[in-house]
T-cell receptor, first 113, second 117 residues
Framework: DQQVKQNSPSLSVQEGRISILNCDYTNSMFDYFLWYKKYPAEGPTFLISISSIKDKNEDGRFTVFLNKSAKHLSLHIVPSQPGDSAVYFCAASGSYNFNKFYFGSGTKLNVKP | GAVVSQHPSRVICKSGTSVKIECRSLDFQATTMFWYRQFPKQSLMLMAT?????????EQGVEKDKFLINHASLTLSTLTVTSAHPEDSSFYIC?????????????FGPGTRLTVT
């Protein structure tokens, strides 16, 4: 039962433009959401997170938006850089069990120079 | 800081043998460690959560007698795949939560590619 979905397996963007990565979830008990970035042969690294009490969180070039009514979150990268090329995973968790993260299947972002 | 290593990075074993994967937190003490499994083009699936000095908590559908987890110290957890079969071939990733960390923090290792022939 896939409770977190990333429906776009890949995304290609020109350097300098905006990258928008999307994520949908089904469990209304989720109240914390995270984005991870993964390079080949490395483990996922934490990028940015958002609590369900917010609808936006910004950190430099990265902004995460949360739409609770639509059970949808997105990661915006502006401006995109070639070094951003990686696989991006969204993850969700709930305060009822913060040990368990539910991950999406990932979106491979390619930023073209 | 907050570096997690895994060893080996790749392992090939014959069907019926057992293989051990190590997960180490290099610069922090991890009160909780997690083991995930990732199938190709799929998401990371939590297999089990282990706390130092106590038995691991396995997710539904994960055979605890097949995937033995030991968290003997605050910096080391091991996953042993016993009597491996080709269907156990997968990418296994561990993560660790520092003792000082907020609830949601986890730091991931680079993963171990297991191939069972």
């Amino acid at each position: 039962d896939q409770q977190v979905k990333q429906n776009s397996p890949s995304l290609s963007v020109q350097e300098g433009r905006i990258s928008i990565l999307n994520c949908d979830y089904t469990n209304s008990m989720f109240d914390y959401f995270l984005w991870y970035k993964k390079y080949p042969a490395e483990g996922p690294t934490f990028l940015i997170s958002i609590s369900s009490i917010k609808d936006k969180n910004e950190d430099g070039r990265f902004t995460v938006f949360l739409n609770k009514s639509a059970k949808h979150l997105s990661l915006h990268i502006v401006p995109s850089q070639p070094g951003d090329s990686a696989v991006y995973f969204c993850a969700a968790s709930g305060s009822y069990n913060f040990n368990k993260f539910y991950f999406g299947s990932g979106t491979k972002l390619n930023v073209k120079p | 800081g907050a570096v997690v290593s895994q060893h080996p990075s790749r392992v090939i074993c014959k069907s019926g043998t057992s293989v051990k994967i190590e997960c180490r937190s290099l610069d922090f003490q991890a009160t909780t460690m997690f083991w995930y499994r990732q199938f190709p083009k799929q998401s990371l699936m939590l297999m089990a959560t282990s706390n130092e000095g106590s038995k691991a908590t396995y997710e539904q559908g994960v055979e605890k007698d097949k995937f033995l987890i030991n968290h003997a110290s605050l910096t080391l957890s091991t996953l042993t795949v016993t009597s491996a079969h080709p269907e156990d071939s997968s990418f296994y990733i561990c993560s660790a939560r520092p003792g000082y960390a907020a609830s949601y923090e986890q730091y991931f290792g680079p993963g171990t590619r297991l191939t069972v022939t």
